[in-house]
């Protein structure tokens, strides 16, 4: 019995020893909001990212991927964070993944910094989310990268006073200053500022001090889903368009997984973004396809590109690393990689593992029997400007 446990621990060290074997399962785990009103953030990353393991294979650098998933339910830290710990301690994965919410991915990078975890952020678009780990890489977009080229769009087009609203959190306060900076650089005059509650915020009080305050436009954030729903009904109902009031914003508002569900209201509006279903690219055309094939119902929005581009970079910097999904192999792998994604071409800048992509300015038209962010301007190869 002794001399077993004695074997049988020798075997484990020697384990231990060796390191993760080339030939294990490469494990991802992924936090993710698969409950609560952020729940589409993981179902659109996640169906992304099968997407991509579903064309391109289980298996690869030798090792067979799987993945695992914990629901972090939304804005709370403490549960993105005791997730993680999880899956690091108890499951060992190689990678992390996921982070819906700019709150989430804040609470983990530490835990991918002193654990040396690869960590990929396939949504939490603040700025500074990427400086807290060096094992930290980002495949989505940052609000300061979508933000300055909605500014300069507004000055060219005859915009001169602006109202901003902002979500009262990373991602809105990025938006805010990355706007409001390049906006009253090229002229622009700044009327009002308001930040919004980050979770059930009732628009109407916020609406009508706008309207009272007779600015050209509102910019606007506040994270994808119901609540760009519900700001577009109060902007309609409470006469502001009719009042010649402009609405722009990120493409946050009128995101693919929202955007039939605003209807007619959503016509005609201005967004800039790096992600629209209409993109017109042959791999845009095939990815659609095969997403609408997929998952029949749904249409792919921003977020499930950053899961399908998530998958594209593991795979790309284990076939570099022969299958080593160690921190420091994996992230000098990552840095650089440059592909075509089916929002159009991507990289990742190598001193700040950012997303460097196409910016394009969109209008919502009915298109093809449904409404579509119709691309019509394009700032290439832009890098986060809210690292400067
Ligand atoms: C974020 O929390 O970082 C976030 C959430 C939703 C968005 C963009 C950013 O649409």
Known sequence: MRITQALSAAAFSLCIASGAHAADDLKIGFVLPMSGPHASYGLQILNGAKLYV????????????????????????????????????????????GFGLTPSAFAVAPLSASAKIPMIVMNAATSSVTTKSPYLLRTSMTLPQNSAPMAKWAIKNGIKNVYTLAADYGPGHDAEKQFIKTFTEEGGKIVGEVRTPVKNPDFSPYLQKIKDAKPDAIFMFVPSGEQGVAFLKGYADRGLKEAGIKLIATGDLTDEDVLDAMGDPALGLITSFHYSDAH?????????????????????????????????LVYEALKKTNGDASGDKFLDAAKGLKWESPRGPISIDPE????????????VERRNGRLENVEFDVIPNFKDPGKE
Not at 58 to 81: C, Q, Y
Not at 85 to 91: A, F, G, P, S, T
Not at 284 to 293: D, G, H, P, S
């Open 280 to 312: 017109d690219s042959a791999l845009n055309k095939q990815y659609t396809e095969a997403y609408a094939k997929a998952y029949p119902g749904v249409r792919p929005n921003f977020m499930s590109v950053a899961g399908y581009d998530g998958m594209h």
């Open 54 to 97: 579903q064309q391109h294979g289980d298996t690869v650098a030798g090792r067979k991927v799987t993945f695992l998933v914990k629901d972090d339910t939304g804005v709370a830290p403490e549960i993105s964070k005791r997730a993680a710990q999880e899956l690091v301690n108890r499951d060992k994965v190689d990678i992390l993944a």
């Open 352 to 363: 700040t593992r950012d997303i460097v992509q196409d910016i394009y300015i969109r209008k």
